[in-house]
Each structure stands twice: as C-alpha cells, then as structure tokens.
C-alpha cells in the first residue's frame, strides 16, 4: 500500500530563515511520481512540483528546492530565506499508477517578519 | 483565463439533508476528482472520473455520490447518509497523457458546515 508521511505538522519561522519540510513516502512499484503542492489561505492547492522515480536528481526553483533519495524514500523540500508570503500548508503526495494521488497530511509553515 | 469554479464558498444545511456541491471545469480535461479535508488528516479521495459517464470510488466514498454527464462538469452530492459531512472540499481536475502522472489543478473549494 502506499502512504505518504509528514511528521512536522507546524513549522514557524522567522523571515529569512532556511527551512525544510520533510517528506517521506512508502511504495511497492518501482514506478511512481512524487508532488509537493502548497495551499494558502485562500484554499486552493498549487502544484509546485513533479519528480518521477527514474530521476534523483535535485531540483531547485529560485528559493525553492527538492532533495529526492530513494534510498530512504524521501523527498524533501527546502525553503531558503523564507519570506511571509511563503506562509502556507504544504502537501507532499505520491502517486503509483497515475491516476490518483495520495497525500500527506501537510505541514503548516508560518513565516513571521 | 481557463480554470475550476466551485460554488458556493460557503454551504451551511441542516442535518438529514442532501447537498449538491458543484464543479465546473475549462481546462478540457479528461480526469477530475473529488476530495476532502479535514484538520489534521490532509486530503482524502471521495471520488474521480477519467472519462465522461464513468467514475469510480476513491478512499472514503461512503455517503457520496456523483455524476460525470459532461467532461466539464463533475457534481458531488452528499447525501444523509455521511455521518461526518462538516468539511473542506476540493475538486480537482487533470489531463490524461501516455501514463505520466499529470499535475492536478485544483478549485477553490467548498466549505460545507452541517448543523
């Protein structure tokens, strides 16, 4: 069965502050796909993210970056010098036969000036 | 600019009673979905559809039902039979490529309080 773990439930930090959010998944297939989604305060998911299982390499998107390893079934996402607007809950979520999505239960980031 | 409308915002019923939840989508997608949120336990699937007039139970399908009559329209109904029917919906929608797992574009959501 596949499942999707994020021990943190709420991260608060100061601006400018580096932070991660872990995410760690479980999966039989040797094929699936790995999303992190971040949800404001007005409600609507958006995709930040898509990493398949044949790709372990890391990824980085202006302050954004994912750090995948399959070896401990991880794929971690870091936050560098955080800023308010970054205040939100964030979703990790897995995906085996492309169809559905399982997530995470996120992880709330409050971002303090 | 092409997206998912879900109405109401807010949606208040009274116990026993079935409720409609609606989603409409411009995207031309062929996959869409529904979940739900609560507090602490993330999003769980009620239902998706990847194809007009087909649809299939997704984890906690129990006291919903749908209907996909239309590619663009994907509705929810709760009906009394959901014991817990206070919650965050969200309908979503993806496209369907050659196995790749497509992003899901998300609504606005659905608050839905039952008295």
């Known amino acids: 069965a596949q499942k999707v773990t994020q021990a943190q439930t709420e991260i608060s930090v100061v601006e400018k502050e580096d932070v991660t959010l872990d995410c760690v998944y479980e999966t039989r297939d040797t094929t699936y796909y790995l999303f992190w989604y971040k949800q404001p305060p007005s409600g609507e998911l958006v995709f930040l993210i898509r990493?398949?299982?044949?790709?372990?390499q890391n990824e980085i998107s202006g302050r954004y970056s994912w750090n995948f390893q399959k070896s401990t079934s991880s794929f971690n996402f870091t936050i560098t010098a955080s800023q308010v607007v970054d205040s939100a809950v964030y979703f990790c979520a897995l995906s085996e036969r492309a169809d559905k999505l399982i997530f995470g239960t996120g992880t709330r980031l409050q971002v303090f000036p | 600019d092409g997206g998912i409308t879900q109405s109401p915002k807010y949606l208040f019923r009274k116990e026993g009673q079935n409720v409609t939840l609606s989603c409409e989508q411009n995207l031309n997608h062929d996959a869409m979905y529904w979940y739900r949120q609560d507090p602490g336990q993330g999003l769980r699937l009620i239902y998706y559809?990847?194809?007009?007039?087909?649809?299939q139970k997704g984890d906690i399908a129990e006291g919903y039902s749908v209907s996909r009559e239309k590619k663009e329209s994907f509705p929810l109904t709760v009906t009394s039979a959901q014991k817990n029917p206070t919650a965050f919906y969200l309908c979503?929608?993806?496209?369907?490529?050659?196995?790749?797992?497509?992003?899901?574009?998300f609504g606005n959501g659905t608050r839905l309080t039952v008295t």
């Open positions: 979503a929608s993806s496209s369907r490529g050659t196995g790749a797992a497509s992003p899901l574009h």
């Open positions: 990493r398949n299982s044949f790709d372990e």
């Open positions: 559809s990847q194809i007009v007039n087909d649809f």
